[in-house]
Nanobody
Framework: QVQLAESGGGLVQAGDSLRLSCAAS????????MGWFRQAPGKEREFVAA????????FYADSVEGRFSISRDNAKNTGYLEMNSLKPEDTAVYYC???????????????????WGQGTQVTVSS
């Protein structure tokens, strides 16, 4: 079992930046792929970014490419999502997730993740 806890959300203005954190406990964090997803009101949960177990490869949704950056510090059992140039359409609850499968398949598919945090709200005003 892996327990995940997100933090760092809040209310910001368009153009601002935020850094979300995802603290992991339980199993060895470095064994897991980590992903970030988000869910806006009335919409399905969608993929934002993923990072492989050692941090060597990262993947992004087109909507955040160039503005968001995913990283991890396995020594601290923590993952991060740096969000820059935020837009009102980035408003959502952001979730971190972890999965046991150590490969590059279906990284954007939420069903491929085994563990989820409770989410943190990000609101971007115009």
């Amino acid at each position: 079992q892996v327990q995940l806890a997100e933090s760092g959300g809040g209310l910001v203005q368009a153009g601002d930046s935020l850094r979300l954190s995802c603290a992991a406990s339980g199993r060895i964090f470095s064994n897991y792929v980590m992903g970030w997803f988000r869910q806006a009101p009335g919409k399905e949960r969608e993929f934002v970014a993923a990072i492989t177990w050692g941090g060597g490869s990262t993947f992004y949704a087109d909507s955040v490419e160039g503005r968001f950056s995913i990283s991890r510090d396995n020594a601290k059992n923590t993952g991060y999502l740096e969000m820059n140039s935020l837009k009102p359409e980035d408003t959502a609850v952001y979730y971190c997730a972890a999965r046991r499968a150590r490969n590059f398949s279906n990284l954007s598919n939420l069903d491929s993740y085994d563990y989820w945090g409770q989410g943190t709200q990000v609101t971007v005003s115009s």
